[in-house]
Every structure is written in structure tokens, then in C-alpha cells.
């Protein structure tokens, strides 16, 4: 059983059956690349993305002191959140299906894929407040991805937010690149993007952008959220 964690001047090493210092040194890399963009760390949020990733190790980051976890499964994150903590933040990040909401809606505290109009539909119903959420943008145009094409992301945004849901800021998986720094124009289109409609939309601010190998780059660009995975648990399981 995870237990909860202790006062940060004490804080737990965490299961000695994970080692833990590859999420260290994603902390690490992450604190080079804000001080180098003129950023403070504390601006960006680690969420370590633990698709695959069994209970346990996930429990052992936990008790490190982690709380930000990402999954792109709706099954297996309803089946985690169950078993985990209650005070782990929850970040669905991948496709989810308008009639698998209720599957994960309670336990999620940010949605960062709200691609469409009718997951914005199903995002409202159920019991209370709906969580807030990222717009995903498709910003490389890709047949393959999800997300909203560029010219109809305002429409999006107008109608979640109709619908009462809070949209917090935006998000983009960009095309797979031959290096990291192929990202970067991706970045700056969605950093873009989220200044074309800040004005009329002030509590757009966020970006959700930047993961194993481009988390880098993401921060350079402004990310407030990186979804960091492989490069801290190492290979799914």
C-alpha cells in the first residue's frame, strides 16, 4: 500500500525497486532548459505520463513526492485512479472517446485532449462542475492525430466554453521529427495560436507541449505543461 508521503524535509526515496533517477534527471534537464529560456521552473508542471506503467511504479514516484500523472487510456486510468491516492493529480492525455467519459470525467484533473465538439458535449454531462480542460490542436495537420485544425479552433473554444467548460489553455503532439529542434516551429504555432485569442479569451494561458524527446524545446517555447513518459519509467510494459 502507498503510503502517503512524508514532510519534504524528510521526504521518502521511494521503493527502492524503482529507480527514481531518471525522473530526477528529467527535473534536472528541465530546470537547464527554464533558467536558459528565462523561466522559473515552478512556472512549468512535470506530468509523467505512465501509460503501461504498473502500480508500483507509479506508487514509487508517488512516495518520492511526485503528484502530476498522465494517462491516455481511459480503462486503465479509471483502474489506477481506483487503486492510487486520492490527492494524485489525474491529466488525461491522449483520445478519448465521447461514450468512455464517465469512465474517467470523476478522477480527471485535466483534460488535455478536447479535440471536438461532441467530446465537449459529453464532457458536461454527469454529476457537478465538469473538469477544465486544453484544446488540443492537430498543428502539423496530420491525417493520422487527433485535434482541432488551426482555422477551427476558435469555434472550439467558443463552443466548450458555452457549454460551461473552463478551457484552460492548449495543447499539440507535433509531427515526429528527425531532432528535437524539429519541434520547434510546432511549438511557436501553438504559442502562437494561444496569443491570437488570448485577448477575448483571457483564462487561455496554458500550453501543454513538450515530451520525452522534446521536452526541451517545449520549454524554450513557453510550455506550462510537459508530458514526460518513456524518458522517466523508461520502457512501457
Sequence with gaps: MVQPPQRRDQESDGDPGMDVSQYEDVRRRSRVAAKQAGRELSSITLVAVSKGQGIDAIGALY???????????????????????????????????????????????????????????????????PPPAMVQVNVGLEDQKGGVAPADLLHLVEAAAGFGIEIQGLMAIPPVGKAPEDSRAYFGKLRELRDGIITDHPGIKQLSMGMTDDFEIGIAEGASFIRVGRAIFGPRH
Aim: charged letters at 25%; proline letters at 1%.
Design 63 to 129: 512516495d518520492h513526492g511526485h503528484r502530476d500523472f498522465g494517462e491516455n487510456r481511459a480503462q486503465e486510468m479509471s483502474e489506477k485512479s481506483a487503486a492510487l491516492p486520492s490527492d494524485i493529480r489525474w491529466h488525461f492525455v491522449g483520445s478519448l472517446q465521447s461514450n468512455k467519459v464517465r469512465m474517467v470525467r470523476q478522477s480527471t484533473f485535466l483534460l488535455h485532449s478536447l479535440d471536438r465538439k461532441s467530446l465537449a458535449t459529453a464532457w458536461v454531462k454527469g454529476i457537478g462542475k
